[in-house]
C-alpha cells in the first residue's frame, strides 16, 4: 500500500529557532499533500494545502510566515516551522494525496511532536 | 461549514463487548464520510469510508452506515479485542474529489481482557 514518511519523527529545539519537518509519498507521486496539526487529546486541524510547483494554501488563522510550505516534487513537501515558540510545540501530521482510479485516498505520515523549549 | 462531532470518550469496554461510537456531521452537498484509527504510537490509517447515502462501509469487523437523513456515520463492532484499543476519528470530506478532511474530535477505546 501507500507509504508517506515524516522526518523526523521528534524534535526538541530552543525558542527562536527554526525546524523543518519533512513528508515524502514513498511510492506514489503526490501532487497535493496536506499539513494538519494535532494538539494533545484534540483532533487534527488542518493547516494548509501544499501543491507542487505552486503555493500554499493556508487555512484561516495560520500564518504562512511562521509555517513555510514548500512542495518541490512530486514525492516531497516541507513544513518549516520559523522563530518557533513555546505554543508551536505540538504534533504535526502530513498526508499526501493520490488518485485511485475512482477518487482519492489520503494516506497519512506518522506524525513529527515538535517540542519548544 | 463543514463539521464533524463524535462523542466524547474515553471508550472503556471488555473483550467481546459490542462497540458502538457514534458521530454526526453537518455538510453542504454530498460529503464523503470516513473512520480513521490511530494506534499507539502509529499514524493514521483509514478504517472504513462511505461516499454515498445508505452505503455502509465495512473493514476488520467495524461497521459504519451513511445516514443522510440523520447526518450520523456512527461506527459498530459487535465483539472487540484489546488489539482494537486505539483512537478513532471519524472525518469527511466535502463533495469535490480530494480535499482535505475534516476530523471529529477523536475518540479513545480502551479494551481490557
Known amino acids: 500500500g501507500a507509504v508517506v514518511s515524516q522526518h523526523p519523527s521528534r524534535v526538541i529545539c530552543k525558542s527562536g529557532t527554526s525546524v523543518k519537518i519533512e513528508c515524502r509519498s514513498l511510492?506514489?507521486?503526490?501532487?497535493?499533500m496536506f499539513w494538519y496539526r494535532q494538539f494533545p487529546k484534540q483532533s487534527l486541524m488542518l493547516m494548509a494545502t501544499?501543491?507542487?510547483?505552486?503555493?500554499?494554501?493556508?487555512e484561516q488563522g495560520v500564518e504562512k510566515d511562521k509555517f513555510l510550505i514548500n512542495h518541490a516534487s512530486l514525492t516531497l513537501s516541507t513544513l518549516t516551522v520559523t522563530s518557533a515558540h513555546p505554543e508551536d510545540s505540538s504534533f504535526y501530521i502530513c498526508?499526501?494525496?493520490?488518485?485511485?482510479?475512482?477518487?482519492?485516498?489520503?494516506?497519512f505520515g506518522p506524525g513529527t511532536r515538535l517540542t519548544v523549549t | 461549514g463543514n463539521s464533524v462531532t463524535q462523542m466524547e470518550g474515553p471508550v472503556t469496554l471488555s473483550e467481546e463487548a459490542f462497540l458502538t461510537i457514534n458521530c454526526t456531521y453537518t455538510?453542504?452537498?454530498?460529503?464523503?464520510l470516513f473512520w480513521y484509527v490511530q494506534y499507539p504510537g502509529e499514524g493514521l490509517q483509514l478504517l472504513l469510508k462511505?461516499?454515498?447515502?445508505?452505503d455502509k462501509g465495512s473493514n476488520k469487523g467495524f461497521e459504519a452506515t451513511y445516514r443522510k437523513e440523520t447526518t450520523s456515520f456512527h461506527l459498530e463492532k459487535g465483539s472487540v479485542q484489546v488489539s482494537d484499543s486505539a483512537v478513532y476519528f471519524c472525518?469527511?470530506?466535502?463533495?469535490?474529489?480530494?480535499?482535505?478532511?475534516?476530523f471529529g474530535k477523536g475518540t479513545t477505546l480502551s479494551v481490557s481482557s
Open positions: 462511505a461516499t454515498k447515502a445508505d
Open positions: 498526508s499526501a494525496r493520490e488518485y485511485r482510479g475512482v477518487g482519492y485516498e489520503q494516506y
Open positions: 501544499s501543491n507542487e510547483g505552486s503555493k500554499a494554501t493556508y
Open positions: 511510492d506514489f507521486q503526490a501532487t497535493t
Open positions: 472525518a469527511l470530506t466535502a463533495n469535490q474529489a480530494g480535499t482535505a478532511l475534516i
Open positions: 455538510a453542504t452537498g454530498y460529503p464523503s
